[in-house]
T-cell receptor, first 114, second 115 residues
Framework: DTGVSQNPRHKITKRGQNVTFRCDPISEHNRLYWYRQTLGQGPEFLTYFQNEAQLEKSRLLSDRFSAERPKGSFSTLEIQRTEQGDSAMYLC????????????FGQGTRLTVV | AQTVTQSQPEMSVQEAETVTLSCTYDTSENNYYLFWYKQPPSRQMILVIRQEAYKQQNATENRFSVNFQKAAKSFSLKISDSQLGDTAMYFCAFGPNFGNEKLTFGTGTRLTIIP
């Protein structure tokens, strides 16, 4: 296993378009997290899954955002009707629930809305 | 809700010197974890060191050590014998319970090691 994988690495889209990002976690990890990181800031929590269940969503996650993890493996994050304020790095992380382990991060998807 | 504050946006130090990065946090929880993550330019975030709140002994990992002051809610990172590869953004983070639930991050400190 090579770690958490995110695709694409970079995405440039026009305002108003929909975009979808994918995250493949470490295979045995049952928890998966999405964070957003804007320039000069630390990552901010968006949502997380335990297996296929979405357990928590931040108030940062407006109704234009939707995340899924249909089979408890990979996850997708979709942003509809993108706005310039959505420009950010979107980070995915995974971990094992209830164990003394760390969260491993992917390299992120950098979204630029023009 | 938890908050994490890093008051040093940027720091620089000569190679081989020691540097300390500051972090304070606020929480009403009693059991939690604190982390320092390193984010090199254009690379993924990696864990540097972790501290469990119920442990009084400060964590150490090779050249990296922490000064954890629970009553003061302070959690600083000391890097000894700094190396060029230590150049990165460093984020302090708070994690509840086992620590691998959602993390609350500070705004980061950009550390530059000068040759």
């Amino acid at each position: 296993d090579t770690g958490v994988s995110q695709n694409p690495r970079h995405k440039i889209t026009k305002r108003g378009q929909n975009v979808t990002f994918r995250c493949d976690p470490i295979s045995e990890h049952n928890r998966l997290y999405w964070y957003r990181q804007t320039l000069g800031q630390g990552p901010e929590f968006l949502t997380y899954f335990q297996n296929e269940a979405q357990l928590e969503k931040s108030r940062l996650l407006s109704d234009r955002f939707s995340a899924e993890r249909p089979k408890g493996s990979f996850s997708t994050l979709e942003i509809q009707r993108t706005e310039q304020g959505d420009s950010a790095m979107y980070l995915c992380a995974s971990s094992l629930q209830g164990t003394d382990t760390e969260a491993f991060f992917g390299q992120g998807t950098r979204l630029t809305v023009v | 809700a938890q908050t994490v504050t890093q008051s040093q946006p940027e720091m620089s130090v000569q190679e081989a010197e020691t540097v300390t990065l500051s972090c304070t946090y606020d929480t009403s929880e009693n059991n939690y974890y604190l982390f320092w993550y390193k984010q090199p330019p254009s690379r993924q975030m990696i864990l540097v060191i972790r501290q469990e709140a119920y442990k009084q002994q400060n964590a150490t990992e090779n050249r990296f050590s922490v000064n954890f002051q629970k009553a003061a809610k302070s959690f600083s990172l000391k890097i000894s014998d700094s190396q060029l590869g230590d150049t990165a953004m460093y984020f302090c983070a708070f994690g509840p319970n086992f620590g691998n639930e959602k993390l609350t991050f500070g705004t980061g400190t950009r550390l530059t090691i000068i040759p």
